[in-house]
């Protein structure tokens, strides 16, 4: 399952049934139903007269839309352990009256949560774990920060990253190492 979205709330799913380089086709009419996606802008999108600090995106995706497609417990149960990776894709502009214009010729840079050691995103071999507990964990004072504030208790397992073990044996890096790559898109 693949979701991705843009600073214009502009979102795209697909399902893909296993990896490309195991000969595998998306399928584009697949969507994650009931999912929830919101994006908080800190400064003005496409508009290079002035200077942005970022932008925030929230997902919710219900675990009902990933139940027939996980290829496991759905939602996971503690002691579980799901092979996610998340990504940023950037591509060179140059100013272009009061805009912008994406360079022709440059490859986009990749900004990923664990590293590839590959220079290609849809290897799920080489992406890091989410492992899920009920033991609490340092986020627990945030949730309970949150149920004072009337947020109801979430009746799934809580999310923790794994520190996972090395890359691969040629490298260094650790998957919870941020990585950035160059890659052809």
């Not at 805009?99 to 590959?118: A, F, I, K, T």
């Not at 009920?134 to 397992?157: E, I, V």
Request: include cysteine; glycine fraction near 8%; hydrophobic fraction near 35%.
């Amino acid at each position: 399952m693949e979701f991705e979205i843009n600073p214009l709330n502009a979102v795209w799913d697909l399902y893909l049934p296993k990896a490309y380089n195991k000969g595998g086709k998306a399928d584009h009419a697949w969507d994650f139903v009931g999912i929830r996606h919101a994006v908080q802008v800190d400064g003005t999108l496409n508009c290079a007269d002035d200077v942005d600090r970022g932008w925030t995106v929230e997902v919710a995706i219900p675990w009902a839309s990933m139940a027939e497609y996980a290829g496991t417990d759905c939602p996971p149960k503690a002691g579980d352990a799901w092979r996610v990776n998340f990504s940023r894709v950037e591509w060179e502009f140059d100013y272009h009256k009061g805009g912008y214009l994406r360079r022709e010729g440059p490859p986009c840079d990749n900004w990923v949560w664990s590293p590839q050691c590959v220079v290609n995103m849809h290897v799920p071999e080489m992406w890091g774990y989410v492992d899920f507990s009920d033991l609490a964990s340092r986020f627990s004072r945030r949730l309970k920060l949150l149920l004072n504030r009337g947020f109801k208790q979430p009746t799934h397992p809580v999310l923790a990253p794994r520190r996972a073990l090395r890359c691969c044996s040629n490298c260094n890096r650790s998957r919870g190492q941020h990585q950035r790559i160059r890659r052809s898109c």
